[in-house]
C-alpha cells in the first residue's frame, strides 16, 4: 500500500487543518526546527495503534483510515492506495 496523504487538524501543533499529499518517488518533510515534523509521524503512529477499535475506523474498503477525537476538533485521516 502507498500512502498518498495525510490531514490532519487539532493534533499538536497542528490546530489548523493540514493536508500532505504523497507522489510517487520521495516525498521528504523538511523545516526549521520547533516546526511539528515529528508531530506527522507521530499522528501516522498515534492512528496505526489506535487503542480502542471504535476509536479509529476504516472507510471506503480501506482506502482510508480516520481517527477523530472525542470532541471532533481533532482527526486524522490516512489515505492510501493499495490497486499496486
Not at 489548523?16 to 523538511?30: A, C, D, P, S, Y
Request: proline share 1%; glycine share 14%.
Amino acid at each position: 500500500m502507498y500512502l498518498k496523504s495525510i490531514e490532519i487538524q487539532g493534533f499538536k501543533s497542528f490546530a489548523n487543518k493540514i493536508l500532505f499529499e504523497f507522489h510517487n518517488g520521495i516525498t521528504g518533510i523538511v523545516g526549521p526546527n520547533g516546526s511539528g515534523k515529528s508531530n506527522i509521524s507521530d499522528a501516522v503512529r498515534w492512528v496505526l495503534g489506535a487503542e480502542k477499535q471504535a476509536a479509529a475506523r476504516r472507510h471506503d474498503a480501506g482506502r482510508y483510515f480516520c481517527w477523530y477525537g472525542a470532541s471532533k476538533t481533532a482527526g486524522i485521516c490516512l489515505r492510501g492506495d493499495h490497486t499496486g
